[in-house]
């Protein structure tokens, strides 16, 4: 978990404070949504609390 300190790490499912499961699949379902948004113009906003 080091590795990511001040990372965004989108996960499937939270399995405790601060760890999840299946980043890759939460991260490739990410990118289809931002990716297809920027391919018709749009704007994308990340917001974290």
Do not use: H
């Not at 001040?6 to 490739?28: D, F, N, W």
């Amino acid at each position: 978990m080091n590795e990511l300190m001040g990372c965004i790490a989108p996960v499937t499912a939270l399995t405790a404070q601060g760890t999840g499961i299946e980043s890759r699949k939460a991260l490739e379902k990410l990118k289809a949504l931002v990716y297809s948004l920027w391919d018709m113009g749009g704007e994308v906003f990340l917001l974290t609390k």
